[in-house]
């Protein structure tokens, strides 16, 4: 059992088993209104909206439907960003960041709905302060989502109170937001898929754009086997699109994650009596969902790059032991892992030139962001409203250096603690 950097273990759910949708055909130029690049979260919701207003719309996927970070993440749907909401008020002042807050409330609703009743959909999630810093954070957290944010569902649990909702090891208290939500993250990309077909879009797995060319007005985007010519370009092909877009790691940094999946036990449900999810502060970032069928999902680690070092599934494992010394000996079913899109500021990056729109940088928050960021896609491109123009405002100059300085940076900032954990495993 490893931790490879593309393929997620199968294990299809019969939610999943739809036809697999042909190649764009050999030699074929097909035309269309939008050509969206990326069938994860963004793309698809991107596709759902546009066809949804009357649009021709065709999706280009290198691999297949939710191959990427949409297929094998941690499911915990919540609102905000990856910065903290004290940050944003700090960064942008109390009318902007409140209206970025509406917005990604707005986020979880619409996530909610689209995931309708078949994405298993499990309320509260919990933020666990893991040190005296953590809790201080979540308190300061909670006050700014309360008192500036009008934001009354979240609230503060001491420890006592909070080990009543989760049993976590060296608790130090911390949050339970009951409007964040976890579901089954596979379950619902291939549901936003089948909602894409029924609303009359095209998708195409294993068709990777190759490149992109503007010329009288209109984009042809390069696959193998043919082309789409398009007025419009939706970039949704996250960190990892092999080299389609070039300077995509100044935007966004990839970040692999690693992730495993116990047998079902009952003590699953013993530990997480209260959430259904929930993540902690240390840096490692430990995240955990309760699945329906009762086993543990645990996830943690930053990894700066595409590769996955080598004993990450050790790692990972000690890991769990550390924060449910009650679960550890639970059989691991499954491992994987994934590349996060982490920005320098935490809040996701959108730009719109000469028709094409690129979006990414969700940080770990992309569930309810890019199903949102879809909407306000579609609206840009019908010129419904211009509130992708709310995140295109912020200022994005404060990117990544290059490659060799974003991987220092990152390992200093905030993923020293994981790496110096993979490097003592490696030496002992
Ligand atoms: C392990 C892990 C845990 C996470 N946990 C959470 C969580 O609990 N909550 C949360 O909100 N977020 C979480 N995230 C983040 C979340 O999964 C992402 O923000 C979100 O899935 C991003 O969606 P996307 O559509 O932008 O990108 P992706 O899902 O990565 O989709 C991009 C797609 O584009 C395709 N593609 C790439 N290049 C090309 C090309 N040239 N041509 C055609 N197609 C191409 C890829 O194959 C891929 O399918 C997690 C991420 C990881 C990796």
Request: aromatic share 6%.
């Amino acid at each position: 059992m490893f931790f490879d950097t593309i393929d997620l273990p199968a294990r299809r759910t019969a939610t999943q088993t739809h036809a697999r949708s042909a190649r764009i055909r050999k030699a074929a130029l097909r035309n269309a209104e939008v050509c969206v690049v990326g069938a994860g979260y963004a793309g698809l919701s991107s596709a759902l909206h546009l066809a949804q207003a009357g649009y021709d719309t065709v999706v280009l996927e290198a691999k297949n439907i939710g191959a990427g970070a949409s297929g094998r993440n941690g499911g915990q749907v919540m609102p905000g960003f990856a910065a903290d909401p004290h940050a944003l008020l700090a960064a942008l002042g109390e009318r902007h960041a409140s209206a970025l807050w509406a917005l990604s409330t707005e986020a979880v609703a619409m996530t909610r709905a689209l995931a309708g009743t078949v994405c298993d959909i499990d309320p509260r999630i919990a933020i666990v302060a893991a040190d005296r810093a953590g809790h201080d954070e979540i308190e300061r957290a909670v006050a700014v989502r309360r008192d500036v944010f009008g934001d009354r569902q979240i609230a503060w649990h001491d420890a006592a109170s909070l080990a009543r909702a989760v049993a976590i090891a060296n608790q130090q208290g911390g949050a339970i937001d009951a409007r964040a939500f976890a579901l089954d993250p596979r379950k619902y990309v291939h549901a936003l898929a089948r909602r894409v077909r029924d609303a009359g879009a095209a998708i195409h797995e294993a068709s990777p754009a190759l490149r992109l060319a503007r010329a009288n007005g209109l984009w042809t985007v390069e696959t193998p086997t043919g082309c789409v010519r398009a007025a419009h370009v939706v970039l949704a092909a996250n960190v990892d699109n092999a080299g389609l877009a070039p300077d995509t790691g100044r935007l966004a940094a990839p970040v692999r994650t690693f992730m495993l999946e116990t047998s079902p036990s009952p003590l699953v449900g013993q530990a997480l009596t209260g959430v259904a999810a929930g993540y902690d502060t240390t840096a490692s970032l430990h995240y955990f969902r309760r699945t329906a069928d009762g086993r543990l999902q645990f996830g943690g680690g930053g990894w700066p790059g595409r590769m996955a070092p080598p004993l990450a599934g050790l790692y990972l494992r000690r890991e769990m032991a550390r924060v449910f010394p009650q679960l550890a000996h639970l059989p691991v079913a499954r491992q994987w892992s994934g590349l996060v899109d982490v920005t320098t500021d935490g809040l996701p990056r959108f730009a719109r030139e000469d028709g094409l729109i690129r979006l990414l940088g969700f940080c770990g928050h992309g569930i309810a962001l890019a199903t949102l960021a879809g909407q306000l896609v579609a609206d840009a491109i019908d010129d419904q409203s211009d509130r992708l123009a709310l995140l295109t405002r912020l200022d994005q100059k404060r990117n990544w250096p290059t490659a060799a300085g974003r991987t220092a940076q990152l390992a200093i900032q905030s993923f020293a603690p994981s790496m110096a954990r993979f490097l003592k495993l490696a030496s002992a």
